[in-house]
Every structure is written in structure tokens, then in C-alpha cells.
């Protein structure tokens, strides 16, 4: 027991730098939003309230709720995070090791706390609204998976900003087989969804090939690319695609929708959240995932180790195409926006891989802080609305907001810097 | 095989798959916008001869954005900061200065808060890639998306009317012989002011230097950390010209969509220039040059029915010529060894 305890400190030690960089950034994001409501006369305390509405929540209760789920769930993740890093050091893998009364007794309290804590925190959920709560969950689905394509490519020492055109080319490939071919049912989801993220990955291959094989700075090609996607999207949707609407591709058939859970949720958010795990285990867990994390790191030390960094570099572009396939599918056949159509204006579809940078940014590179951060973004969009119907204020602010996260999550080590630039101005102001 | 061999230690055989894939890729988009046809070129040179003096003149209103956003890029690119906010540079000028043309009561001024607004963030860009060692990549996007958003929200709060603001005519700056906008000869003059600046003098080379081999100007006496803020501010500066002449000196509004892809477009003009501000006024020209011609196929009688794609194929070219170009000639035209990367004294 003593032991696992100390995995679990040894795991928070891990995570506070980063949590708390993170949350710094996102007050100074605020900080600054609140600035921008004040310049215009608005009142940022009661502007920021409404937002909450987006998170579900409408009263104190709510509220109060939602920081009990918060640090719940912080004490769930640390407690199975602790579990899956230190666990074969301090416990031994119970199905690895001869299975003794130890391990037998330590997995079953491991289940038992993971257990309880679920239930306490689906008991907070009554707090909170049932409807806003879906919605922000379906905001969040798009935006784990972009942010799995930057935080991949940032692994792998790769600044990868072409989610954006892969989230176009995925949506319109998902419009193509979920509109105009007829297959059964439990075959045509998956066929549409497994087609968008080819499409997407395919996308992705054309800056691989270039950074491997010709050393194109992957900024200027996945930029470029995003652009052409931009233009291409739009002819393919009114010349090869469309339906009765105008502007817009055939609507989706019934066989190729995901089914459903509530307001515009629908289960596509267990395949997001199966791909943040797939991709957490594939870094993690796997040899090849560990070579593309040295390559990021130290590209010197993985060449002398003999290991092949265009492999490396083709690896983390394809899954960062596939998961950005994904979430252009996810807003296709995953959520009933448009009636289940892809408009030509994009407007359900852009921005998404722009924003997957930022939850990147925040989620520190890791496809498991991503959907943390993607959750805490979607329901900042899903609020901003509230912000507009309640007082005015123009709901774009959030964008604006989650620019200035990006910009302060850019400097590194921030909290140490701003720690230093503090003591440098008390050093000036005390006795000289 | 000895062919295959031969091309190997050359190393040619990367770069010829390379340009094959992008060459394969670009058919691809030919035949999946159906464009492999003769109409295309018989519709192009009926655009070309009837209509060039409309044509120019679009294409000098184009140019003038991007040449000097690229010639400000190209500046701090030389001093080593990589700064791709250029999109968002334009979309904050924009809106800061056209309400600067408002409340000072000139189109001109309008033109300089423009040019101070995109000081301003190219002095914030580079005091916190410079001091504070940020990722210039990540802080380029963060300006971009802070831009996006803010462009829309100042739109909503100061005119109170979402999406769309006209500027009152007695701003719009005046056209010269009813043909070309005065902002334009600034550009070039500024292409041109840069190329000696670059090339002719002394802080030109303490700017390429900063930018090569920054340990060098630090052994000389010289501050790495000044000469890079001032460039990074200079070319942002211009930028934000470029970007208060979108709705000062063109359209004479404001929208929300107004300059969705200019950035980019600039920076794909830097990239192909090899960072040479004459040669980005040129490429500058042609790419304007290209959108314009989109712009005018597209209005063309009888061509959507015709020709559906030509009109985003033709948006597309830049985009693809820079992807050809920089694969054709990564190796000769090199970009600063410093590019990017935060200078620490040791």
C-alpha cells in the first residue's frame, strides 16, 4: 500500500508543472477577456457566470457540483495514472507475475475506488443541465481529435498545423460514402468512418513525403495544403456531391449516422475517446511510439541509437491524418448540424483544426490532457453563446480568449519565468 | 539500377519523388475539378485580352496587401524571427484602423494606426520570442487565432452591427488617375527600401547576421536582441500598412471574411522569394495577379456552366506553386541558419 501511495505522489509531482501552467495561461486568458468586456462597457464577472451556462451549469449547486466533479476526476486520473505508470515497479501486472493474494487485493482495491469515485461523480451530474451538458460534450469531440494531430506531430519534433485541411478532406469523404453509397447498416458506419480518416491520412501523406524525402519545412507545406483543401472541399461538395439543398452535399443516410445520446451528442464521442487512448497507448506503450517521442526529443541521440526518424515522422503524420479524418467525420455523420449535411461555406467544419492547436497546446501534448482541455474549450464555445444571449457580448471573444491562452502557453516554462519577472520588479522597488 | 545508384549519392532520387508526388498531386486536382480541357486556356486568354486593363487593376489592389506583408517578412525572417501571424496582423489592423480613419477623421491617418496597430504586435511578438524564448510557431497561430476572434468581436462592439461595416466614403483613400491606388507605389517603394536596407547597409548586415549566426553579432559588440525587435516591428508594421488598405484603400468595408488566406498567401510569397523583398514584389504581382483572374473567370457568362472548376483551381495556385517551388528548390534557396530559434548567450 505504502508503495502505491508513493506511485500516486510521484505521479502528482509529475503533474503539477504542467496543470499548473496550464491553468495559468487560462487565467491570464480570462484576465485579458475580461479586460476586452470591460474596454466596452460590459460587466465581465456576470459575462463569465453565463459562460458556465455552457459548462450545464446554472446554479451554485451546480457550480459546486462541478468543482466536486473536477477534483474527482483529478483524483480518478491520478489514481489510475499512478496505477498504469508505476504499477509494474510497486504491484507487478497481476496477469504477469504468478497472481499472489498481494496483487490479488491491491487490483480489487483499484477497482473498487475507480468504482466508487465514478459513482460519486455520475451523482454530481444531477446538478447539472442534462441538455448543455451533451452539447458541450458534442463540442469537444472534433476538438480532442485535432488536438491529437498537433500534439502527435509535436512528439514527434513536427509542427503539424494541417488539421485543418485533413479535417476538411474527412468531413467531405464521410459526405461522399455516407450519402451516395447504400450498404448495411453496421457495415456503412464504420465503412464511412474508416474511409474519412484514410482520406484524412492520405491528405497528411503528400507533407510527409516532402519533409522525408525532399527536408520541406512541414509549416510552409501543411499551411499550403490546408489552403488548397479550403478551395478544393467547396467545388466537390456543389459539383460531385450534392443533394436537394443547395450549397450543401446529400444528406447523410440514416445507416451512416452514429446513433443519437442527446441533444447533438451522438456515440461518436466513445470513438473519439477510444482513439485518445489508442493513440495514448500507441506513444506510450509501444516500441515505435517510443522511438517517434525520441525523435521529437533528441533527433541526434535516436539517429545514433539507429533509429529511422522518416519512419518516425511518416508514423506521427498518418495518425495525426487519421485523427483529424475523424473529427471532420464527427461533424458529418456525428452530429446532426445542418440536417446532417456538409455545407459549402465550411462553417461547420472550419476552425476546428486552427482550435485543435490551442487544445493541444493546453492538454501539453498528450492525448489524455487533450480531451481534458478539449472538454474545458467546448464548453467555453458552447458558453459563448449564453454570453451572447444574456448580455451581448459578442460570442467571438472566446475565440479571442483561447488566442491569448495560446500565445501565453507558448513561452516556456512560464510559470517560472513570470516567477522570475516578479522577484526581478520587487528587487527594483525594494531598498536601493 | 546504376542510374537509381547515380541518382542516390547525389541526392537527387529524394527530391524527384518528391516533386513526382507533387505533380501527381496537382493532377489530381486538375482531373478531380475536370479541368483537363482546352477551354480552360481559350477562357484565360479572352479574360487576358479583353479585359487587361480591369485586370491590372485588380491585380495592383491585390499586390499591394501582400508586397508588403512579404517585404515586412521578409525583413524579420533576415533577423530570424519566423513570424506566420501575418493573417492576423491583417485582420487587427483592419478593424483598428479604419475606427483610427474614423475618430481622427482621415483615411491616411486611418492607414498609419494600421501601420502602428501592426507595430505594435510584431514589438509584442518579438520581445516574448526574444526575452521569454517562446515558440515562435505556436505564438504565430496564437496571433492568428486571438485575430480571428478578436476581428469579429470588435466588429460586433464598436459598429454594433455583426459581420459587416461600410467606411464612409471621405476615408476611402483616393485613387490616382482613377487607376491605381497610391498605396501601391508605397509598396513598391518599400520593397524597394528594403531591398538596399538588406543588401547596401551596415544594420542590413547586422540583420542578416542576427539571422545567420547570431553568436557572431554578440562577439561583435552588437545587440542580437535590438536588432531583432526592430525588425520583427518594421515588418509587422508594414504588414499592418497591408492591412488597414484592405478596407481603406479597396474594399471600403469591413468583413468578417475579408482577408481569410491573404496571411497565408503572403507568406507563400515570402517562401518562393527566398526572402529577396524585389523578388516578393515580382511574385507578389503574379500571385495578385492569378487571384484576380480567378476573381474575373469566375464572373465570366457562361463559364460556371462550362467550367466549374476553374474558379477555385485558380485560388488554389499559389498555394501549389509554392509547394512546387520550395520542393523544387529547397536546396538553393536557404533560409536563415537561425530561423526560429530563440538566441541564448552562454
Redo the contacts between chains.
Keep these: 500500500m505504502t508503495r502505491l501511495f508513493d506511485a500516486i505522489r510521484g505521479y502528482l509531482i509529475t503533474l503539477k508543472r504542467p496543470l499548473a501552467e496550464s491553468l495559468f495561461a487560462l487565467l491570464i486568458g480570462l484576465l485579458i477577456g475580461a479586460g476586452?468586456m470591460l474596454a466596452?462597457g460590459y460587466d465581465p464577472i456576470m459575462g463569465y457566470i453565463s459562460m458556465l451556462k455552457g459548462f450545464g451549469i446554472f446554479t451554485i449547486e451546480g457550480f459546486l457540483a462541478v468543482l466536486a466533479i473536477i477534483a474527482l476526476g483529478l483524483l480518478l486520473t491520478t489514481f489510475i495514472g499512478a496505477y498504469w505508470a508505476k504499477i509494474p515497479q510497486a504491484l507487478a501486472w497481476p496477469w504477469r507475475k504468478k497472481i499472489s493474494r498481494r496483487s490479488i487485493s491491491s487490483v480489487a482495491i483499484v477497482v473498487f475506488i475507480v468504482v466508487f469515485i465514478l459513482f460519486l461523480i455520475s451523482r454530481m451530474l444531477e446538478f447539472l443541465d442534462k441538455v448543455e451538458l451533451m452539447e458541450m460534450l458534442a463540442y469537444s469531440v472534433p476538438l480532442m481529435l485535432t488536438a491529437i494531430t498537433f500534439a502527435v506531430g509535436m512528439r514527434a519534433g513536427i509542427?503539424n498545423?494541417g488539421a485543418e485541411g485533413q479535417v476538411y478532406m474527412g468531413a467531405v469523404a464521410a459526405a461522399w460514402i455516407g450519402g451516395h453509397f447504400v450498404l448495411p447498416a453496421g457495415l456503412h458506419l464504420f465503412a464511412t468512418t474508416a474511409f474519412a480518416m484514410l482520406i484524412g491520412a492520405a491528405w497528411a501523406l503528400?507533407p510527409a513525403?516532402?519533409k522525408?524525402?525532399?527536408?520541406?519545412?512541414e509549416?510552409?507545406?501543411t499551411?499550403?495544403?490546408?489552403?488548397?483543401a479550403?478551395?478544393?472541399v467547396?467545388?466537390?461538395i456543389?459539383?460531385?456531391f450534392a443533394g436537394v439543398y443547395a450549397e450543401r452535399t446529400a444528406t447523410i443516410l440514416p445507416t451512416a449516422r452514429y446513433p443519437i445520446l442527446g441533444a447533438s451528442l451522438t456515440a461518436v464521442i466513445f470513438v473519439a475517446l477510444a482513439a485518445c487512448v489508442v493513440v495514448y497507448i500507441l506513444l506510450w506503450r509501444t516500441r515505435a511510439g517510443y522511438e517517434l517521442r525520441l525523435v521529437g526529443d533528441n533527433p541526434d541521440a535516436a539517429r545514433y541509437a539507429g533509429i529511422s526518424i522518416r519512419r518516425a515522422i511518416l508514423i506521427s503524420f498518418i495518425i495525426g491524418g487519421m485523427a483529424a479524418g475523424l473529427a471532420g467525420a464527427s461533424q458529418t455523420i456525428g452530429r446532426p448540424l445542418m440536417g446532417w449535411t456538409l455545407p459549402a461555406t465550411l462553417g461547420t467544419v472550419f476552425?476546428l483544426g486552427?482550435?485543435g492547436?490551442?487544445i493541444a497546446?493546453v492538454g501539453r501534448n498528450h492525448p489524455i490532457g487533450g480531451i481534458f482541455a478539449a472538454l474545458l474549450f467546448a464548453g467555453m464555445l458552447n458558453g459563448a453563446k449564453f454570453m451572447e444571449y444574456d448580455w451581448g457580448?459578442?460570442s467571438?471573444?472566446?475565440?479571442?480568449?483561447?488566442?491569448?491562452?495560446?500565445?501565453a502557453?507558448?513561452?516556456?516554462a512560464l510559470l517560472a519565468?513570470s516567477r522570475r519577472g516578479v522577484r526581478r520588479l520587487k528587487i527594483r522597488r525594494g531598498p536601493r | 539500377m546504376r542510374i537509381l545508384a547515380w541518382l542516390q549519392r547525389k541526392k537527387i532520387l529524394g527530391r524527384l519523388i518528391s516533386v513526382v508526388a507533387v505533380l501527381v498531386f496537382i493532377l489530381y486536382l486538375l482531373w478531380a475539378h475536370d479541368l483537363l480541357r482546352v477551354e480552360l486556356f481559350e477562357y484565360t486568354v479572352r479574360a487576358l485580352t479583353e479585359n487587361w486593363k480591369a485586370l491590372l487593376l485588380s491585380t495592383s489592389l491585390l499586390a499591394t496587401p501582400l508586397t508588403l506583408a512579404a517585404v515586412g517578412e521578409c525583413i524579420n525572417e533576415r533577423a530570424g524571427l519566423f513570424n506566420i501571424g501575418l493573417e492576423g496582423i491583417f485582420f487587427l489592423s483592419v478593424v483598428i484602423g479604419v475606427r483610427g480613419a474614423e475618430i481622427i477623421g482621415s483615411g491616411v491617418a486611418g492607414l498609419l494606426v494600421g501601420l502602428l496597430t501592426g507595430a505594435l504586435i510584431g514589438f509584442i511578438f518579438s520581445v516574448l520570442a526574444v526575452y521569454l524564448r517562446a515558440n515562435q510557431l505556436v505564438l504565430g497561430m496564437g496571433i492568428n487565432i486571438f485575430a480571428m476572434g478578436m476581428l469579429a468581436y470588435l466588429l460586433a462592439t464598436i459598429w454594433a452591427f455583426p459581420g459587416i461595416h461600410s467606411v464612409r466614403q471621405e476615408f476611402h483613400i483616393p485613387k490616382m488617375l482613377g487607376f491605381f491606388t497610391p498605396v501601391f507605389f508605397v509598396a513598391v517603394i518599400a520593397a524597394i527600401l528594403a531591398h538596399i536596407l538588406i543588401h547596401r547597409t551596415l544594420f542590413g548586415i547586422r540583420i542578416r547576421a542576427a539571422g545567420e549566426k547570431p553568436e557572431a553579432v554578440d562577439v561583435a559588440g552588437v545587440r542580437v536582441d535590438r536588432i531583432r525587435i526592430l525588425a520583427c516591428t518594421v515588418g509587422a508594421a508594414l504588414a499592418g500598412l497591408g492591412g488597414a488598405f484592405f478596407a481603406l484603400g479597396w474594399f471600403g468595408e469591413i468583413v468578417k471574411e475579408m482577408a481569410v488566406g491573404m496571411g497565408f498567401i503572403a507568406l507563400a510569397v515570402v517562401v518562393v522569394a527566398g526572402l529577396e523583398p524585389l523578388l516578393a514584389l515580382a511574385i507578389a504581382f503574379v500571385f495578385g495577379f492569378v487571384r484576380a483572374l480567378a476573381d474575373w473567370v469566375a464572373t465570366m457568362p457562361g463559364i460556371n456552366a462550362v467550367l466549374p472548376g476553374a474558379f477555385y483551381i485558380m485560388h488554389m495556385v499559389p498555394f501549389l506553386v509554392t509547394i512546387l517551388v520550395v520542393t523544387i528548390f529547397i536546396g538553393r534557396r536557404r533560409f536563415p541558419r537561425a530561423l526560429g530559434k530563440p538566441y541564448i548567450r552562454e
Excluded at chain 1, 212 to 217: E, K, L, W, Y
Excluded at chain 1, 223 to 228: A, D, F, S
Excluded at chain 1, 409 to 412: C, M, Q, R
Design positions: 476586452f466596452f509542427f498545423i503528400l513525403i516532402l522525408i524525402r525532399a527536408g520541406v519545412h509549416v510552409i507545406s499551411i499550403m495544403l490546408n489552403w488548397v479550403f478551395f478544393h467547396p467545388y466537390l456543389i459539383n460531385r476552425g486552427f482550435w492547436i490551442g497546446v457580448i459578442s467571438e471573444l472566446v475565440v479571442a480568449i483561447q488566442g491569448v491562452i495560446i500565445i502557453l507558448a513561452i516556456p519565468t
